[in-house]
């Protein structure tokens, strides 16, 4: 059974910085797409950041190239996704999903529940 597990989330304010992590079990993929999503209120779920385990390729939403990182510590079984330079809009809960296509919703298999991130002005 696949768990994905998000942590991290929180209240913090503009310019400042998250470190959100996604512990993982249950995955037994060798390769394998993990992203993070994120939901505004009242808006659609949108890609973040995606990472191709086992390559290192990456993907970003141009919003937030150049703030955010996305890495995967195979040991832990963790997903991380840093975000630095935070911004108003970057507000909204972030899901982690994993067994899909870079930043497309609809091709992942696997979510966490989420976590909440703010980001006040």
């Known amino acids: 059974q696949v768990q994905l597990v998000e942590s991290g989330g929180g209240s913090v304010q503009a310019g400042g910085s998250l470190k959100l992590s996604c512990s993982t079990s249950?995955?037994?993929?060798?390769?394998?797409?993990v992203a993070w999503f994120r939901q505004a209120p009242g808006k659609e779920r949108d890609g973040v950041a995606a990472?191709?385990?086992?390559?290192?390729?990456?993907k970003y939403a141009e919003s937030v190239k150049g703030r955010f990182a996305i890495s995967h510590d195979i040991a832990k079984a963790t997903v991380y996704l840093e975000m630095n330079v935070l911004k108003p809009e970057d507000t909204g809960m972030y899901f982690c999903?994993?067994?899909?296509?870079?930043?497309?919703?609809?091709?992942?298999?696997?979510w966490g529940q989420g976590t909440q991130v703010t980001v006040s002005s």
């Open positions: 249950g995955l037994t993929y060798t390769y394998f797409w």
């Open positions: 990472l191709y385990v086992g390559s290192g390729v990456t």
């Open positions: 999903a994993a067994a899909g296509v870079g930043l497309e919703e609809r091709n992942y298999v696997y």
